[in-house]
């Protein structure tokens, strides 16, 4: 397939995607009088249908928030900003400081400090935010003195400091072993003897060396890096009580008990824009990056 | 002696075993349940007893707002997390392995198309558990079917939605074997591609199939947790309204976390204790898993040149 072709495709093919992956909770659900299993396809299509039919008459931008009923883009706005700043600052944070540290842990000889390293990287994030959110608890009643908030009381008064915290905190942790474990394997190879041999100093041959052959590996890996920042947000903002998009879905995909698959929909593909922006700016980064070390 | 292997096996068999058999040994059990009650010693102190209670040498783990043990939740629920994450984990690593492991012996390589913006890559942006909650969340409510069938759709799930991520690493391991001399020689002496996967790639890759396995129990441990987080509980959640509150069917470990998820204010024990357990099992695992890599590379690797 020809590369024009390919980008041609992204935007219907996604759209199709979404729509076909939001319709779920509408296709499968149990009866509620004798939990048999039913799949409803016809359900799942006429939400497509009313979503598309929606274009026209406004009913595909508007939701139910409780009993109120509220217009997408009049709520998308704040949250969008919200997310994306979460976004931005943990995966510019989490690549910076997991480039510096990986390099850092892949020379070190503190055996300690890669053991502690790796015990809280295989804790996954929402134990990872529940033991932040513990230990603020536990400093305030022994304290006295509440250091941070633990999660936002209300939309106007967000916690802050907990949920940069953690955006950083957990894609930084990933990219730091990434990274190590990288310019473990970069160092072994024959041209860094050769370097060496040439008397060349171990600063330089670290940064000129070993980490220009380390970044393809971040670029190619990237899509992950991505898909934990991306489901990291999920859990810290449902957990924090941060408006940001994702809670906006959630909180909201069910009113009534009724399934708001067009919410879902739109929800959905605003986060297909920031992880669009998030990728350039990465990628951008990265480039950055790349301009700096290699000669 | 290889102490960090030794340590995650101990962790996880202590587990297993109060899994097992813990129930025979425990003080209370799940259907009793602490009463509201007020005694007056002689010296005319009084104590009033109202569930939920923090630990005590009664209640080792205390209890909860209902006045059950939170021991024998913890260990009604323990078959559930730990032959759950195992089970699921093994599905991936059986299908999803041996499917990545004839794609990458027969399949052609793909071309290198790293860092591009498709679609399939757009997808790894929803993460894993929200695709399962968008398929549970239908059916985990209130469910009327047994509470073993609700746990292997679960999880029957959660192993279809990881098997491609393992095909992919194991099929990416065996296209670097197969080019190896001694397949290549294998070939040369007439050697069926059937010969060649079973006593030549297979054992080669058998090392890679362990530690994956014991990575994919943490991953799949993850899960359940984030999930639990969103109110899905292995094997059914109970909603009950007004208030409208969940509570997991099974006292699986992460439900428990899940549904306790409030208390980091208040009565902090029924949060904390199944998460530490949760905690503990997931670094037994962990510990396996480094203990192998360690025993692994001390045997195949080599070593940093500076």
Redesign the interface.
């Known amino acids: 397939m020809p590369k024009a072709l390919q980008l041609a495709w992204i935007v219907p093919g996604t759209l199709l995607v979404v729509l076909l992956f939001a319709m779920f909770p509408a296709v499968l659900h149990s009866d509620p009088m004798d939990g048999v299993l039913h799949v409803d396809w016809k359900n799942g299509f006429s939400s497509i249908r009313d979503y598309v039919e929606g274009f026209g008459n406004g009913q595909a931008f508007r939701y139910l928030s409780g009993s109120n009923e509220l217009s997408f883009w009049s709520q998308i706005g704040d949250s969008f900003s919200i997310t994306l700043f979460y976004m931005a600052v943990g995966a510019l944070a989490g690549i910076t400081i997991g480039v510096l540290l990986g390099v850092y842990f892949a020379v070190s000889r503190a055996a300690w400090l890669k053991r502690i390293l790796e015990l809280t990287s295989v804790l996954p994030d929402f134990v990872i935010v529940l033991l932040l959110q513990f230990l603020i608890v536990y400093l305030a009643t022994e304290t006295g003195f509440v250091f941070f908030k633990v999660a936002s009381p209300t939309m106007d008064d967000p916690a802050i400091a907990l949920p940069l915290l953690s955006t950083v905190i957990i894609p930084a942790n990933y990219m730091i072993r990434n990274v190590a474990l990288h310019m473990n394997l970069t160092l072994t190879e024959d041209y860094i003897s050769f370097a060496k041999a040439r008397g060349l100093g171990k600063t330089y041959i670290i940064f000129f060396h070993a980490v220009p052959n380390v970044l393809p590996y971040l670029k190619a890996d990237l899509h992950k890096f991505m898909g934990i920042l991306f489901g990291n947000l999920f859990i810290f903002e449902y957990l924090y009580n941060l408006n940001g998009v994702t809670l906006l879905v959630f909180s909201n995909a069910f009113a009534f008990g009724n399934y708001q698959y067009n919410l879902v929909v739109n929800g959905i593909l605003t986060l297909f824009v920031l992880y669009a922006i998030i990728f350039a700016l990465l990628r951008f980064f990265i480039y950055g990056w790349e301009k700096v070390v290699v000669r | 002696m290889n102490k960090t292997l030794f340590a995650g096996l101990f962790i996880t068999l202590v587990i297993m075993a109060a899994a097992l058999f813990g129930k025979y040994f425990a003080p209370h059990d799940l259907n009793e349940s602490q009463q509201v009650s007020y005694h007056v010693d002689p010296n005319g102190e009084s104590t009033l007893i109202v569930p939920p209670t923090p630990p005590s040498g009664d209640y080792p783990f205390g209890t909860d707002k209902y006045g059950y043990d939170m021991m024998a939740k913890l260990l009604a629920g323990a078959p559930y997390t730990i032959f759950g994450s195992i089970g699921v984990a093994f599905a991936r690593l059986a299908i999803g392995g041996t499917l990545g492991l004839m794609l990458g012996f027969f399949g052609q390589p793909k071309k290198c198309r790293?860092?591009r913006?498709?679609?399939w890559?757009?997808?790894?942006?929803?993460?894993?558990?929200?695709?399962v909650w968008?398929?549970m969340?239908?059916?985990t409510m209130n469910?009327?079917?047994s509470t073993l069938k609700m746990t292997l759709?679960l999880t029957v799930v959660l192993a279809l939605a990881g098997i491609p991520s393992v095909a992919s690493t194991m099929r990416e391991k065996a296209m670097v074997l197969r080019e190896k001399q001694f397949v290549l020689s294998a070939k040369s002496i007439g050697a069926s591609p059937w010969t060649i996967v079973r006593t030549h790639i297979f054992p080669h890759m058998k090392e890679s199939f362990i530690i994956l396995f014991v990575q994919e129990i943490?991953i799949v441990?993850?899960l359940f947790?984030?999930l639990a987080?969103?109110d899905i509980f292995l094997g059914g959640t109970k909603m009950t309204f007004d208030p409208v509150e969940y509570s997991s069917l099974t006292n699986e470990w992460s439900g428990l976390?899940g549904a306790a998820?409030d208390n980091?204010?208040m009565y902090?024990w029924v949060?904390?204790i199944p998460?530490a357990a949760?905690?503990l099992f997931?670094?037994g695992f962990?510990l396996i898993s480094?203990g192998l890599e360690q025993l692994y590379r001390k045997r195949f690797a080599?070593?940093?040149?500076?």
């Open positions: 790293e860092g913006f498709s679609i890559n757009l997808l790894n942006g929803i993460p894993i558990f929200i695709i968008m398929i969340i239908g059916i469910p009327l079917t759709i943490v441990l993850g947790g984030q987080i969103f976390i998820r980091v204010y902090q949060l904390f998460l949760y905690i997931i670094l962990h480094v080599k070593v940093s040149q500076i």
